[in-house]
């Protein structure tokens, strides 16, 4: 019922959901870049660790 609702709303507003689906995506992104920064912090305290050894 919900799923039918939204796929109305979209065929009705297509404008709306692509800035909506681009809003989604910009947020994935923005999720993806911040796992990336947290392995690469772990990297960097792995490397400085050793260089101090």
């Known amino acids: ?3 039918q ?3 109305d709303y979209i ?3 297509p404008f709306k ?3 909506n689906n681009g ?3 910009l947020v994935e992104m ?3 870049i911040l796992q990336c ?3 690469l912090k772990l ?3 792995l490397l400085v660790n050793q260089v101090k050894l």
């Open 17 to 19: 959901s692509k800035i």
């Open 30 to 32: 923005v999720l993806e």
């Open 23 to 25: 809003i989604y995506n």
């Open 43 to 45: 990297l960097i305290i």
């Open 37 to 39: 920064l947290q392995r």
């Open 5 to 7: 609702v939204n796929r």
């Open 11 to 13: 065929m009705k507003n």
């Open 1 to 3: 019922e919900q799923a």
